[in-house]
């Protein structure tokens, strides 16, 4: 009879914890938006422990530069910090966090392609991708030790929390999001970097540079990503709308300038 009503219950959360992603997909949400917060801090407070910050006001005023244009579109206040860390990656985090690595500024040539990454990782963020993905490690193991675990990152346990929120690769983890969740994150993101005014074709231009980066193999960040013909071809197929959410942006004054 126990069992029966601990099953019936995990179903009934089960139930409740479906949710929609911004392109209409479901989702298996469990994971209440403070708590998955509090554990973007926990990360981001653990990153900056172990990962020297980039002090160059140049360098720092740039990136901020085309965060704010970028997260000015989603409300709220975000915090970026730029790491000295040669891997061509960022990641934004719950609770509003976004970590961008000096080596991707080696990749991303210009401010739109800059965009066209925090755009992406943005997107991760509001399209509940981590909630998801610590949602699905929960629904399957009942795992509890998540939620504490961001305060522990070298622990098995932080370090696949890591993985889960998108950045265990800097703990020895890596747990890639899925395609569809990358895929989702592409286009939004697309949108989103349009939306501030930023061009999204040099999107494509970026994703060539990376393809091309880390002596003949794909970063780590392209790594775990859709193959580079697929993610040209659909950003291709999407470009008439992002081209036009541009043009709507200009015609409101949105053009950034960041250098």
């Given at each position: 009879m126990?069992?029966?009503l601990i099953t019936s219950l995990f179903a009934l959360l089960l139930l409740a914890g479906c949710a929609t992603s911004p392109t209409g997909r479901t989702q298996l949400i469990l994971m209440p938006?403070?708590?998955m917060d509090q554990m973007g801090l926990q990360a981001f407070t653990n990153i900056k422990k172990e990962t020297p910050v980039e002090r160059s006001t140049t360098t720092n005023s740039y990136v901020q530069c085309v965060a704010r244009a970028i997260t000015r579109e989603v409300g709220g206040s975000w915090e970026v910090v730029?790491?000295?860390d040669d891997d061509a990656n960022a990641f934004a985090l719950p609770g509003r966090k976004i970590g961008v690595n000096t080596g991707l500024l080696k990749v991303a040539e210009n401010q739109h392609q800059l965009a066209t990454v925090i755009g992406h990782e943005v997107m991760h963020v509001l399209s509940n991708h981590s909630n998801e993905r610590v949602s699905?490690?929960?629904?399957v193991e009942q795992g509890l030790g998540?939620?504490?675990?961001a305060a522990s990152p070298q622990t098995g346990t932080g370090k696949t929390l890591m993985g889960l929120l998108g950045v265990g690769a800097q703990f020895g983890v890596l747990l890639?999001?899925?395609r569809i969740q990358e895929s989702e994150a592409d286009l939004l993101g697309l949108d989103l970097m349009a939306r501030a005014g930023f061009d999204p074709r040099e999107s494509i231009k970026l994703w060539i540079n990376?393809?091309?980066s880390g002596d003949g193999q794909p970063p780590q960040f392209l790594s775990t990503h859709p193959s580079h013909a697929s993610r040209i071809s659909d950003l291709q197929k999407h470009m008439p709308v992002a081209l036009r959410l541009q043009d709507k942006a200009r015609q409101?004054?949105?053009r950034p300038s960041c250098r």
């Open positions: 126990l069992k029966y938006d403070s708590q730029v790491f000295k699905q490690k929960f629904a998540l939620i504490n675990a890639p999001y899925s990376m393809s091309r409101l004054g949105k």
